[in-house]
């Protein structure tokens, strides 16, 4: 069925380094799609997103890549703080709002 | 408050008993979503309000939930009968839009956790 995934569960970096998290999807119709991040207890935060029309976006430290080809989802982190440990989640729309599927998440670890 | 907030944070029941969670969207915001999510899990949807009107219950797992929201306001999800497979954090969203999600308009709660023994 249609899914969002991701490629790696956890991520060890250390501090400064730069981070990358995978996301796969399969719905080629979907055309918006969703960083999140969530801290133990607490709910998904937005982070950055991007509309299927793009390839890029880039915001605060971060940067979103799309790739429609091979239906890939990246987010970079750059210089990778302690603050930014938490479980990264990929989210795309399927074409009504209402609904965003989830992927599972990926744990980012950054040692200081 | 400034965010959307719900209550209880932390539930326990006992098997069989009923639950009701309950969700304070930010003001003014028109749509309220309630996603379950299992430990280890990305959220998965549950249902979707706009203003009083639930639009969208495809995602209810059984006939015991139930959500509503009568005043357009605040929200409640109640679970009837509580199965240790409900146990999960509930989470509630809420936006200010109606359609066409754009930049960052979901804003999520810090959610319930329900534990049912």
């Known amino acids: 069925g249609e899914s969002v995934g991701l490629h790696l569960p956890t991520l060890s970096v250390q501090e400064g380094d730069n981070s990358i998290i995978n996301c796969a999807y399969s719905?080629?119709?979907?055309?918006?799609f969703i960083w999140y991040k969530q801290e133990s207890g607490k709910g998904p935060q937005f982070i950055i997103d991007?509309?299927?029309?793009?390839d890029k976006r880039q915001g605060q430290r971060v940067t979103v890549l799309l790739n429609k080809t091979v239906k890939h989802l990246s987010l970079q982190i750059a210089a990778t703080q302690p603050g930014d440990s938490a479980v990264y989640f990929c989210?795309?729309?399927?074409?009504?709002?209402?609904?965003?599927?989830f992927g599972t998440g990926t744990r980012l670890l950054v040692s200081p | 408050g400034a965010g959307v907030s719900q209550s209880p944070r932390y539930k326990v029941a006992k098997r069989g008993q009923d639950v009701a969670l309950r969700c304070d969207p930010i003001?003014?915001?028109?749509?309220l979503f309630w996603y379950q999510q299992a430990l280890g899990q990305g959220p998965e949807f549950l249902t979707y309000?706009?203003?009083?009107?639930?639009?969208?219950k495809s995602g209810l797992p059984s006939d015991r939930f139930f959500a509503e929201r009568p005043e357009g306001s605040v929200s409640t999800l109640k679970i009837q009968r509580t199965q240790q497979e409900d146990s999960a954090v509930y989470l509630c969203?809420?936006?200010?839009?109606?359609?066409?999600?754009?930049?960052?308009?979901?804003?999520f709660g810090e959610g319930s956790r329900l534990t049912v023994l």
């Open positions: 969203a809420s936006s200010g839009r109606v359609g066409g999600l754009g930049t960052g308009e979901l804003f």
């Open positions: 003001s003014g915001h028109v749509s």
């Open positions: 989210a795309e729309k399927k074409g009504d709002f209402q609904k965003l599927v």
């Open positions: 991007i509309r299927s029309n793009m």
């Open positions: 309000f706009q203003n009083e009107a639930q639009l969208d």
């Open positions: 719905n080629s119709a979907s055309d918006y």
